[in-house]
């Protein structure tokens, strides 16, 4: 398995612009979560979806940013209009769904660098 | 959200254990805890997971308290390419979903050579 894919590697936009993040789970997890990662704030959970279904968005900063996924296989987060405070890097992770556990594990894509000028 | 908390950074030396603490005395009957490590330039990769006894796999072994109040992620023999951010998380539930993961700022680990 090639893992989770994440596209583009790298991002550079410049403010106003829209952008989008793609993601391909591993085959077969049934959970996906975005995640955004800066020096000041660290490792965070933006949104995750069980069964393609949003389950807690509560991490999604504000309007600008939405989070798709239309099938089991991709999803999209996408930035409109970005900003420069949006560069970071983002991770899409994905995990079997054992329900009532706390062991799955996540399974996490290389990330996409994101600058926003 | 149940809180851990680890040093910010440790120094190895390569071939040695290395031993890293975590303590995390707020947490629940049910909760797990989870290991990840972040090498750099790429996302997190997990590590080891335990709830009550210590645990061992090809990466490392966990030691957990007996009030689980803390717990050890033990390297056996570092190498220079252990040389990560460690997180220590108390994986939360939430109804059946029982997947969410909240990252604390972690425990840089440098080996020497």
């Known amino acids: 398995d090639a893992g989770v894919i994440q596209s583009p590697r790298h991002e550079v936009t410049e403010m106003g612009q829209e952008v989008t993040l793609r993601c391909k789970p591993i085959?077969?997890?049934?959970?996906l979560f975005w995640y955004r990662q800066t020096m000041m704030r660290g490792l965070e959970l933006l949104i995750y979806f069980n069964n393609n279904v949003p389950i807690d968005d509560s991490g999604m900063p504000e309007d600008r940013f939405s989070a798709k996924m239309p099938n089991a296989s991709f999803s999209t987060l996408k930035i409109q209009p970005s900003e420069p405070r949006d560069s970071a890097v983002y991770f899409c992770a994905s995990s079997p769904h054992l329900r009532t556990s706390g062991k799955d594990e996540q399974f996490f894509g290389p990330g996409t660098r994101l600058t926003v000028l | 959200d149940a809180k851990t908390t680890q040093p910010n950074s440790m120094e190895s030396n390569e071939e040695e254990p290395v031993h890293l603490p975590c303590n995390h005395s707020t947490i629940s009957g049910t909760d797990y805890i989870h290991w990840y490590r972040q090498l750099p330039s790429q996302g997190p990769e997990y590590v080891i997971h335990g709830l009550t006894s210590n645990v061992n796999n090809r990466m490392a072994s966990l030691a957990i308290a007996e009030d689980r109040k803390s717990s050890t992620l033990i390297l056996h023999r570092a190498t220079l390419r252990d040389a990560a951010v460690y997180y220590c998380i108390l994986r939360e539930l939430e109804g059946e979903y029982g997947n969410k993961l909240v990252f604390g700022a972690g425990t840089i680990l440098r080996v020497k050579s």
């Open positions: 085959s077969g997890h049934n959970s």
